[in-house]
């Protein structure tokens, strides 16, 4: 069975800072790794995803995030962060066995202050 | 753009009314998945269903039942609502293959129970 952990229920940054939402996860076979985000009173969008080859992916709205093997860890980054950043953030991991579904971690808040 | 619909964003109920949630796609999706959000808890998968009339219970499906009569639309039942499922539901759908494959939400159905 698959697992995730977001270190940090809220966080809480100034605009122009660096945002880092931590998620490890836990798996015994290779993951595939997403990072959702959630504005108010909206469904889920996909920010990014690792899913083989390049560990260092790429998302919308300036967002990337690594995956560590060895630190079972992948870390969402933003080097500057916009007031349009305020929304929760949800990793979640899948694998090529057992069920189809996303596990979700239980979210981190962001807020940006101006 | 892959669209999933949800046909009530609003809706508040009395317990022990039956309640339908009613999801639809339009990407010709192999798997859906009705989902549950609440504050600090994350998302829990409650059912998927990767066919027609095929259906596999997630994390938390006591109290729910599903349906998938076709291919592009997936039912959330909860036979007799009570309180404790006042929540956020989200749909979701994605393709089989690749496995990487992003999961793609509706916007979220609010539910009251009173």
């Known amino acids: 069975a698959q697992s995730v952990t977001q270190l940090g229920s809220h966080v809480s940054v100034s605009e122009g800072a660096l945002v880092l939402l931590r998620c490890n996860y836990s798996?015994?076979?290779?993951?595939?790794l997403f990072w959702y985000v959630q504005y108010p009173n909206q469904g889920l969008q996909l920010l990014l995803k690792?899913?083989?080859?390049?560990?260092l992916v790429k998302g919308i709205n300036g967002f990337e995030a690594e995956f560590k093997k060895s630190e079972t860890s992948f870390h969402l980054t933003k080097p500057s962060a916009h007031m349009s950043d305020a929304a929760e953030y949800f990793c979640?991991?899948?694998?090529?066995?057992?069920?189809?579904?996303?596990?979700f971690g239980s979210g981190t808040r962001l807020q940006v202050q101006p | 753009d892959v669209k999933v619909t949800q046909s009530s964003r609003y809706l508040v109920k009395r317990t022990g009314e039956k309640v339908f949630l009613e999801c639809v796609q339009d990407?010709?999706?192999?798997?859906m998945f009705w989902y549950r959000q609440d504050p600090g808890l994350g998302l829990r998968l409650i059912y998927f269903?990767?066919?027609?009339?095929?259906?596999e219970k997630g994390d938390i499906p006591e109290g729910y039942s599903v349906s998938r009569e076709k291919k592009e639309r997936f039912s959330l039942i909860l036979e007799s609502a009570s309180t404790n499922q006042t929540s956020m539901y989200l749909c979701?759908?994605?393709?089989?293959?690749?496995?990487?494959?992003?999961?793609?939400f509706g916007e979220g159905s609010w539910l009251t129970v009173v």
């Open positions: 979640a991991v899948r694998t090529d066995t057992g069920r189809r579904a996303l596990t």
């Open positions: 269903s990767y066919d027609v009339k095929m259906k």
């Open positions: 990407m010709d999706h192999e798997n």
């Open positions: 798996s015994s076979v290779p993951p595939y």
């Open positions: 979701a759908s994605s393709t089989t293959v690749p496995s990487g494959n992003t999961i793609y």
């Open positions: 690792y899913t083989t080859g390049a560990t």
